[in-house]
């Protein structure tokens, strides 16, 4: 009899345990960027005129919690520049090159989210550090998150970023500070 009751009291003592730690959150998920879908569109604009390009991601992966966006890093691949209006290849090569990008020396550029606040159910905004040129700088954007869950994630960003704050001198004056970026990331 106590050994029967010793147990049923060891029972009771272990599911009484169980059911006060924390259910694990099934949602949680660490998701690879689609690496053929997502993409970084640019304006680069001048005084007379304007050019638009694109600048494909080599790496990347996002934090997802409870279907939010709780983090990621992204590795950018400056080396792969695309000059996307009539001046092509020709204006790539200098944008490229040692006077304005030196992509031999700064192939890479990468943005780390370092905080995530909600502003509304699909929009956040979005706070990290972008390494660009050799310079580490804090930038905060906002994003539209269109769909974030353990099993997809898709948002879009629109906003600018002043280039010579990365030490990107080239042309002040004649060539805007300011690269407008369109930024639309894919992930699962």
């Not at 029967?4 to 949602?27: D, M, Y």
């Not at 640019?42 to 790496?59: E, I, Y």
């Not at 990468?110 to 706070?127: C, G, M, P, Q």
């Amino acid at each position: 009899m106590k050994k029967t009751l010793l147990s049923f009291a060891s029972i009771l003592l272990v599911a009484a345990l169980v059911s006060f730690v924390p259910a694990s959150n099934h949602n949680y998920a660490d998701l690879s960027v689609n690496l053929e879908k997502s993409r970084i569109d640019w304006v680069g604009s001048k005084k007379a005129d304007f050019h638009t390009g694109m600048v494909p991601l080599k790496s990347g992966s996002v934090s997802v919690d409870g279907g939010k966006l709780t983090g990621g890093k992204f590795v950018i691949d400056m080396a792969n520049l695309k000059v996307t209006d009539g001046a092509g290849d020709r204006l790539a090569g200098h944008l490229k090159s040692a006077e304005i990008l030196d992509v031999t020396k700064n192939p890479e550029a990468t943005f780390e989210i370092s905080k995530v606040t909600y502003t509304s159910d699909n929009t956040a905004s979005i706070a990290g550090s972008l390494t660009f040129n050799g310079t580490t700088l804090p930038l905060v954007f906002n994003a539209n998150i269109r769909n974030s869950d353990d099993k997809g994630f898709f948002a879009q960003a629109f906003f600018s970023f002043d280039r010579t704050l990365f030490g990107v001198k080239y042309g002040v004056g004649a060539v805007s500070n300011d690269v407008q970026l369109a930024i639309h990331l894919f992930a699962k």
